[in-house]
């Protein structure tokens, strides 16, 4: 099984902030990542796909980088929108894990 | 637009089955994509459980595979999880999602394992 490891567990920021959330994977993925935003209560909702490819509808101050087993999850500007739980997941070969998830709260 | 909703039971006995069905509209289940199922327990992460393609290939979490079946009935443009030998451990939100980087994703449902 591929392992994903997210960090940090939880993070810490403020409205206008930089953030960058990283995942690793136990071995190669090539760029097989997407990353999710949840919400309380809600379903994940995809932001991005093949690792830096932005899903239709969300904002550009979303952006992912990364190949092979190592990427981030960067927001440019933190909106009072973005305080939620995200999440990594690799999709490569038959197989599909998530990371553990990392909390953004409100500093 | 592509929606996708779960149904089944809410509340599931020890060691029966839990049966679930996602119903998609919007899209016909047989033309493409890969139809899949993840859960999470209520306060923690997401767990993959199983995908389906659209010809019928299937995929299963190793950890779950022993006691998963995942089955497509395009007659209905429906997809459906049956989880063997429930446990505690097995209540969670279940939810279904479209392709490998799950693009559209149903509500969730809550199903409760207990007597």
């Known amino acids: 099984d591929i392992q994903m490891t997210q960090s940090p567990s939880t993070l810490s920021a403020s409205v206008g902030d930089r953030v960058t959330i990283t995942c690793r994977a136990s071995?190669?993925?090539?760029?097989?990542l997407a990353w999710y935003q949840q919400k309380p209560g809600k379903a994940p909702n995809l932001l991005i796909y093949?690792?830096?490819n932005l899903e239709s509808g969300v904002p550009s101050r979303f952006s992912g980088s990364g190949s092979g087993t190592e990427f981030t999850l960067t927001i440019s500007s933190l909106q009072p929108d973005d305080f939620a739980t995200y999440y990594c997941?690799?999709?490569?070969?038959?197989?599909?894990?998530f990371g553990q998830g990392t909390r953004l709260d409100i500093k | 637009q592509v929606q996708l909703r779960e149904s089944g039971p809410g509340l599931v006995r020890p060691s029966e089955t839990l049966s679930l069905t996602c119903t998609v509209s919007g899209y016909s289940i047989g033309s493409g994509y890969y139809w899949g199922w993840i859960r999470q327990p209520p306060g923690k992460g997401l767990e993959w459980i199983a995908s389906?393609?659209?010809?019928?290939?299937?995929s299963y979490n190793p950890s779950l595979k022993s006691r998963v079946t995942i089955s497509l009935d395009t007659s209905k443009n429906e997809f459906s999880l049956r989880l063997t030998s429930v446990t505690a451990a097995d209540t969670a939100f279940y939810y279904c999602?479209?392709?490998?980087?799950?693009?559209?994703w149903g509500q969730g449902t809550l199903v409760t394992v207990s007597s």
């Open positions: 071995q190669s993925i090539s760029s097989w």
């Open positions: 999602a479209r392709a490998k980087a799950f693009d559209v």
């Open positions: 093949k690792a830096s």
């Open positions: 389906i393609f659209h010809s019928g290939i299937t």
């Open positions: 997941q690799q999709y490569s070969g038959d197989s599909i894990t």
